[in-house]
């Protein structure tokens, strides 16, 4: 087996200073490897994008590592100096965003934009460069990319944006790719195609896909693996053939029965909300569990059940 | 006032639960709490406060008669016996500071107060009833008088019709008072544009659909929901105003349209001063300039606080003049 | 067509506002009969002077009879001095012209630098700084300003003249410097605003997703600086331009500390000698300035914004 593109260590982030500072990440672990699709799975507030914002340095000023280490390709990345941040965003590991309306700048064209994300790293010149962005466009599915290159984000379709953003992401061709939500402003049909060219780019350039999301049906359909957050914690994690066909954590369960099916009652994804007070030490999906017990007073860590790890006192 | 266009970006309405959306101002009682609790707020009311303080309370003060021309005590720089000294003529500059403060603040209010009036009016009615001739006829009217220079009109208003008192019908309008109106006039403009955004947001809410289903007439739907919604992000622009409408009339003085003689202001004593300025009597031209400096300060701290509290998201606005 | 439109609403104001000033000097209190011939005048030569003059007709005829006579002679002449009106303001305009310029330029040399680095250093000290100094700015009384400046850099340092314009026939450096003072007077209120503004632009744009984006795909901080600007610069186009009308207003009383002789003495001496037709045209002139800056603005702003130039 091949050594990791990304390994996440016991990471943890905070948000604040002082007294005023929040973990929002408690000890992540997880690992993707070249050419693999790992997705995080969870509902809003869960720490997934925190985690990937981590990982691309760009917390901003108030978010830090405080726990734990990360490492890409098996260097250690928890702290770099801020020069090093740029060698490693776009060049090591790209990131495409949710929204593909506001993520490209309304002022430049979009081939523009292309060649400033060539041009950054390894510099081919300009002639060069742009001829590359017309390849990349039309790696990306785009017809006629002379054409579209000369436009400006404002004349282009959702999904037709954020297939250039995705151009964007793979064109100093990154060993890890992190898609956060790349779908979910687009339409069910457009979410398809993206979802189809995320795993051919994955498969052609053996770019490690870190997915995430809080559609299981989405998912379930690409990735190899899984790891479903609740409040900051990687609450289960395997294949996502084991977590479909056995998952072991009750919030996962919840999870999937939330997704409406033919000829089953829908069911709440679990009662109760995200703002509850968390208690120290307790497990935090205590108020919300069906299956509560003593036990859950203090809280399970991650252990292996059957082909994966759950973190659960009661999954057998 | 210029990003009106873009202004329009919906203030956070809370609909859900009631009809009327929760009024973000009601009284100013909260908000000026709050504005205390900024430092610049604070620095803001309390300049403000002073300066207000001082021109009600002008007569009850221990201070020389602001028109006696004490020709024994000439140019005397600032002292015991006149704290900030004495003017060409013998008069003490700081009764005149205090007595000028007056005119300043009263022009400069009142004129916001009539922008206020006319543009909160305008705008609000054109933003209920946008995509109708009423808006288009009173938006167009607005883009006519926003294409007028305000300072330059201004001088020239007053300078056509004179400095004296005018008979308006039964009215006697002193020169202060055109100014008011005048001034007052060309702030309506710039004042409806912002309302008309802000109505215009109001006016697609929910809340005010739901205040229709209930019958409520427009009129009522537009004074009590949503006046009192976009009053204010308007008060941040009426503050700022106030500072502006306070050069104006400083300006109008300085170069003899303004308060006349011998009515102490702010600029008909750099007026007199002007020549001082290249002499040693620094006093004389130093305090009022500094009068205007700083309440324009307190008004444009006041105003830069309430965004804070109010509206942090808002942009500031380009120059008003 | 944008443009054509854009350009014809502009001319369309320009009648209207005319139309309104042009009234305005007609209703005043004494009519300029009265003013020219003295209190001694007899009622049938001021009915004489009105005849003559047309102005016993109708204020719409009165106004189109104005502006029928404007391409042919210009402005006509003054009531009071006799001079051709356009020969006037052929001497005083370009002098006015000139210090706002001045004024522009030193404005956006402040203006746009200080709101970027105001902006780039969000509630750290270059922004804390900025923004103390562009309040003042905003607060200070323009003349006041004036009168300082003549005091500190004219009679103290002896650096620039006091008052007047160094004529050009005696180099173009002493020329300028004499406009230094004048032109800083009226720009210290745009800069601070206009700084404000740009501030403004700048830390809503930094807080843009495509920003982010920009940093990260690893672009040099140059060139993401270079996307904030390209971004904040359509709304600061505009507001730049309308400031630029307002100069003028500006400049008729910074003109008159400095005892220029612009527009500011054409205009103060027309109104002193209650010479309609000079104040007039003085005021016509500075406002079809003031639409043309606004109009000009506008063409800028739908060149170098794509999103409008295709809608």
């Known amino acids: ?316 | 006032m210029l990003d009106a266009a873009r202004s329009t970006g919906s203030p956070p309405v809370t609909a859900g639960a009631g009809i009327r959306a929760v009024h973000r101002l009601s009284g100013l009682a909260g908000p000026m709490g709050r504005l205390a609790q900024t430092r610049i707020g604070l620095v803001g009311l309390v300049i403000v406060g002073f300066v207000v303080l001082a021109a009600l309370l002008a007569p009850w003060l221990p201070l020389h008669d602001p028109l006696d021309l004490m020709m024994e005590h000439r140019l005397e720089p600032p002292g015991l016996s006149f704290l900030l000294g004495t003017d060409e003529v013998g008069r003490d500059v700081l009764a005149r500071l205090v007595w000028g403060a007056r005119g300043s603040l009263m022009i400069g209010v009142l004129t916001v107060a009539i922008g206020l009036c006319g543009g909160l009016f305008i705008g609000i009615l054109s933003g209920y009833y946008s995509g109708t001739l009423v808006e288009t006829v009173l938006l167009g009217l607005m883009d006519i008088f926003a294409a007028i220079p305000l300072l330059v009109w201004a001088i020239a208003i007053v300078g056509i019709f004179g400095t004296g008192s005018v008979q308006l019908g039964p009215l006697v309008l002193p020169n202060e008072a055109k100014i008011i109106l005048l001034v007052g006039l060309l702030f309506i403009p710039g004042l409806a544009r912002v309302a008309h955004g802000l109505a215009l947001a109001e006016a697609r809410a929910d809340y005010v659909a739901a205040r229709r289903l209930q019958g409520a007439g427009s009129w009522s739907i537009m004074a009590s929901d949503i006046l009192p919604n976009i009053l204010s992000p308007i008060f941040v622009q009426a503050s700022v105003l106030i500072g502006i409408g306070i050069i104006i009339e400083a300006s109008l003085s300085f170069i003899g349209l303004g308060v006349q003689p011998p009515t102490p202001s702010w600029g008909g004593m750099l007026a007199d001063a002007r020549s001082l300025a290249f002499s040693d009597e620094w006093w004389v031209a130093t305090w009022p300039g500094l009068a205007i400096f700083l309440t324009v300060i307190g008004f444009n701290l006041v105003g830069d606080a309430l965004r804070t509290v109010l509206d942090p998201r808002r942009r500031d606005g380009g120059p008003a003049l | 067509m944008w443009f054509a439109s854009r350009i014809l609403s502009s001319l369309a104001v320009l009648v209207v506002v005319s139309a309104l000033l042009f009234a305005l000097t007609r209703l005043t209190p004494l009519s300029p009969a009265r003013i020219v011939l003295g209190t001694d005048a007899t009622v049938e030569q001021i009915h004489e002077f009105e005849r003559d003059r047309g102005l016993d007709r109708s204020l719409p005829a009165q106004y189109a009879a104005w502006v029928a006579q404007l391409p042919r002679s210009g402005f006509g002449t003054s009531y009071i001095t006799g001079r051709s009106i356009d020969v006037e303001l052929r001497e005083s305009l370009p002098v006015t012209v000139e210090l706002v310029l001045v004024t522009f330029l030193l404005t956006l040399a402040g203006a746009i630098p200080l709101g970027l680095i105001a902006g780039l250093t969000e509630d750290r000290w270059p922004d804390h700084l900025i923004r103390v100094l562009s309040l003042m700015a905003v607060s200070v009384p323009g003349f006041w300003l004036a009168l300082i400046l003549i005091r500190v850099f004219a009679v103290r340092l002896g650096w620039v003249p006091p008052i007047g314009i160094t004529p050009l026939a005696e180099g173009w450096h002493a020329h300028l410097a004499s406009l230094v003072l004048p032109a800083l007077s009226i720009a210290l209120y745009y800069i601070g605003a206009l700084s404000r503004l740009m501030r403004a632009s700048v830390i809503e744009i930094l807080g843009q997703d495509y920003v982010r984006t920009a940093h990260s795909l690893g672009l040099r901080r140059s060139l993401v600086a270079r996307y904030v600007v390209k971004n904040a610069l359509p709304p600061f186009v505009s507001v730049a331009g309308m400031s630029f009308g307002y100069m003028f207003g500006w400049a008729i009383i910074i003109e008159l500390v400095f005892n220029i002789p612009g527009l500011s003495r054409a205009l103060l001496t027309a109104i002193t000698q209650r010479d309609y037709p000079m104040i007039q045209a003085t005021v016509l002139v500075v406002t079809a300035m003031f639409i043309l800056s606004n109009l000009a603005a506008d063409l800028i702003q739908q060149l170098i914004n794509p999103r409008l130039r295709h809608a």
């Open chain 1, 1 to 316: 087996m091949t050594a990791p593109v990304l390994s996440l260590n016991d990471l943890s982030v905070a948000f604040g200073q002082g007294t005023a500072a929040r973990t929002v990440v408690h000890g992540v672990t997880l690992q993707v490897r070249a050419g693999e699709k790992l997705a995080i799975v969870g509902e809003s507030g869960s720490g997934k994008s925190v985690t990937a914002l981590a990982i691309m340095h760009l917390l901003g000023r108030s978010g830090r590592v405080v726990g734990g280490s990360m490492c890409l390709e098996g260097e250690d990345i928890t702290t770099i100096p801020e020069s090093a941040c740029r060698d490693l965003r776009g060049r090591r590991v790209a990131m495409i965003f949710q929204d593909p309306m506001t993520a490209l700048n309304p002022a430049f064209t979009i081939g523009r934009q292309l060649v400033d994300a060539i041009r950054s790293h390894d510099d081919p010149g300009s002639r060069a460069a742009w001829s590359e962005a017309e390849q990349l466009l039309g790696k990306v599915g785009i017809d006629d990319p002379g054409r579209r290159s000369a436009q400006y984000p404002h004349e282009l379709s959702g999904g037709m944006r954020q297939r250039v953003l995705i151009a964007m992401a793979i064109a100093c061709r990154p060993r890890l790719l992190i898609a956060d939500e790349p779908t979910t402003a687009l339409d069910v049909t457009v979410q398809a195609q993206v979802v189809a060219l995320l795993r051919d780019i994955s498969a052609t350039f053996g770019i490690a896909l870190l997915f995430i999301s809080h559609n299981l049906d989405l998912v379930a359909e690409f990735c190899d693996q899984i790891a479903v957050m609740y409040r900051g914690r990687i609450v289960e994690s395997g294949s996502t053939e084991a977590i479909f066909t056995s998952p072991r954590h009750p919030y996962t369960r919840l999870l999937l029965d939330s997704v409406p099916r033919p000829g089953r009652p829908l069911r709440a994804a679990a009662p109760g909300r995200l703002t509850g007070n968390r208690s120290e030490g307790v497990c935090d999906f205590l108020s919300r569990c069906p299956l509560a017990d003593t036990d859950c007073t203090l809280r399970p860590t991650l252990r292996g059940v059957g082909a994966h790890l759950s973190a659960c006192w009661r999954s057998a």
